[in-house]
Every structure is written in C-alpha cells, then in structure tokens.
C-alpha cells in the first residue's frame, strides 16, 4: 500500500525556521517526484514546491509565494522529502502535505498524506 | 489567490446530478486538462481524476470528466450523502511554471 506520512509540524514564533518530512513506503521512492500543497484554515488548497527524480535531474520547481524562504530536498536512501521553511510568516500558518507522482499521468500527484499542521504564532 | 475559477457552492438534490464548472485559460486547462479532487471536512485531499480523465483504482464510474476549450468539468451521478464535499480542480500552469488551483466548489446533497 503507498503511503506518505507528513511530520515536524509546529508552533514556531514569526522569524523562525522548521523543517518538514515525507516519508514514503509501498513504492519505489527514487522514481517518483514529491510534491508539498498547503491548506490555510478555512482556505482552499495551495501548491508550494516539488522535485524531480533523480533520473530527471532531481531539478525542482517553486511557487512564488515559496521561492526564497522554502527548500524542497529528498534522501532517496531513506525514502524521506524534506520541506526546509524558513523566515516563517503567520500567513504560512497552515495545514502541510505531500504526494507523490503517479506513473503513467505525464506528472500529477495523488496519494496525498494526513497533513502536518505548522502554527506560525508569536 | 486561486488561478482557475469555480463556483463556490452548488446544491443537489439526492439521487440527481452535479455537474461542476472550472475555468481557466489556454496556458493551462486548454491545453493541459484538469484533475479533480474531493475533500472531505478533516480530512487530505483524494484526487478522483487525473489531467488525462482517467480514474484512479477505487473510484466510483458515477464520476465522469470532460473538458471544453478552457473550461474542465466534473459530473456526478445519483448523488449519495458522501458526495457532500469540497471539490478542487488542478493543472500546470505553462505560463508561471505552477501548479494551480481552482478556489473549490462545496457541493451540498439536500
């Protein structure tokens, strides 16, 4: 069965930094790329970030409110997706989760995870 | 802010059909086509048809895509009292290189 599980959520103070994992089991990790959306409270779903298998270059892409202050990175070795936040803002306050790509689609993720909940709070 | 546009509500009566509107431009639903996710209150999202119209294993034949210029659609038949939910549509956006989300749909079952 694949599964991702999403953890490391916090409350953080504005300013500070967290880092989110991943982790993946059921499938073959280094063949897929990883993604990570967001849900504000009340809020409609956001996508942030993914990056590529290694056989694509392990490249990635941001969205605009992710670029500068959030970095994607994967250990194939472990099975593990990182989302390093960085300078967070109390608008990043939100419910985080991952996917994966799925075979055969040209590039959409499904199997999201439970989430991670990140409180940016003073 | 959301880069394709959905209604935000739509009601149903139970047993009838839904048909669920998301419109955006020929950077990304006319030429990539759309998926669509349903997400119940509490709980991750469950993607219920990826960009190409194919399901994923498990979900139901009462739920059928289709896409007209830049405009994807979503259609439920005999709708039950689970298919109250959120509904988003998705692509790639080739103008900003971004995955985008429509704003989601509530669709209540009376």
């Known amino acids: 069965e694949v599964q991702l599980v999403e953890s490391g959520g916090d409350l953080v103070q504005p300013g500070r930094s967290l880092r989110l994992s991943c982790t993946a089991s059921?499938?073959?990790?280094?063949?897929?790329?990883i993604s990570w959306f967001r849900q504000a409270p009340g809020k409609g779903l956001e996508w942030l970030t993914f990056?590529?298998?290694?056989?694509?270059?392990?490249?990635?892409e941001y969205a605009a409110s992710a670029r500068g202050r959030f970095i994607i990175s994967r250990d194939d070795s472990r099975r593990i997706a990182y989302l390093q936040m960085n300078s967070l803002k109390i608008e990043d306050t939100a419910v985080y989760y991952c996917?994966?790509?799925?075979?055969?689609?040209?590039?959409?993720?499904?199997?999201w995870g439970q989430g991670t909940l990140v409180t940016v709070s003073s | 802010q959301a880069g394709l546009t959905q209604p935000p509500s739509m009601s149903k009566g139970l047993r009838q059909t839904a048909t669920l509107t998301c419109t955006g431009s020929s950077n990304n639903v006319g030429i990539e086509g759309a998926a669509w996710l349903q997400q119940h209150q509490g709980h991750p999202p469950k993607v219920l048809s990826y960009r190409n119209n194919n399901r994923p294993s498990g979900i139901s034949e009462r739920i059928s895509t289709s896409k007209s210029g830049n405009t994807a659609s979503l259609t439920i038949t005999g709708l039950q009292p689970e298919d109250e939910a959120d509904y988003y549509c998705?692509?790639?956006?080739?103008?900003?290189?971004?995955?985008?989300f429509g704003g989601g749909t509530k669709l209540t079952v009376l």
């Open positions: 059921g499938f073959n990790f280094g063949d897929s790329a």
């Open positions: 998705s692509t790639w956006d080739r103008s900003i290189s971004a995955w985008v």
């Open positions: 996917a994966r790509e799925v075979p055969g689609t040209g590039g959409d993720f499904d199997d």
């Open positions: 990056i590529r298998r290694k056989t694509n270059g392990g490249t990635t």
